[in-house]
T-cell receptor, first 118, second 108 residues
């Protein structure tokens, strides 16, 4: 089945530094990838939709200058949390679609990245 | 965006069937009904999806009401590994919004 690899699985960084999270589709081309954030005991919150070769579309309330998304190839999207602060500590999850943006296509999720900002 | 509502929690005994309901009364004709489940500290896992007809796969069955305003995920024999948060979402031209999901507890 379709596999999405997310790296790193966890990261601890100091306040004010930047962290990059990678999301790769290992065995399929993903024209569209999604980035979510999940706080403890809460549901997934969509942050942005990333399309290969174009600018990401951010959800309302998500700062695009703080959460930089790059989708430079059909198999890789990256999320960079810039100038991280403790309130950015969360579980970040990516997902990708095999087969373009068809709504008949399942979402394939990475295993998430636990970010802790000290 | 069309919303879904699910019970916060459900319990089941091991090896018994489980029926997880989902209401989506504002569903549109082009919305696909998707189900995912999530274990602690992991990304969600795809379970099943459908449009109008009932669907079966190796993990579960999906029963869709005739008016499509509700659906039920059926786990035929629950195991301890099925304990997870189950999310029912609608996928269409809009955003796929995750609700709070149902936390399934499976008792041995």
């Amino acid at each position: 089945g379709a596999v999405v690899s997310q790296h790193p699985s966890w990261v601890i960084c100091k306040s004010g530094t930047s962290v990059k999270i990678e999301c790769r589709s290992l065995d399929f081309q993903a024209t569209t990838m999604f980035w979510y954030r999940q706080f403890p005991k809460q549901s997934l919150m969509l942050m942005a939709t990333s399309n290969e070769g174009s600018k990401a579309t951010y959800e309302q309330g998500v700062e695009k200058d703080k959460f930089l998304i790059n989708h430079a190839s059909l198999t890789l999207s990256t999320l960079t949390v810039t100038s991280a602060h403790p309130e950015d500590s969360s579980f970040y999850i990516c997902s990708a679609i095999f087969g373009g943006s068809s709504y008949n296509s399942p979402l394939h999720f990475g295993n998430g990245t636990r970010l802790t900002v000290t | 965006d069309a919303k879904t509502t699910q019970p916060n929690s459900m319990e089941s005994n091991e090896e018994e069937p489980v029926h997880l309901p989902c209401n989506h009364s504002t569903i549109s004709g082009t919305d696909y009904i998707h189900w995912y489940r999530q274990l602690p500290s992991q990304g969600p896992e795809y379970v099943i999806h459908g449009l109008t007809s009932n669907v079966n796969n190796r993990m579960a069955s999906l029963a869709i009401a005739e008016d499509r305003k509700s659906s039920t995920l059926i786990l035929h024999r629950a195991t301890l590994r099925d304990a997870a948060v189950y999310y029912c979402i609608l996928r269409n031209a809009g955003k796929s919004t995750f609700g709070d999901g149902t936390t399934l507890t499976v008792k041995p």
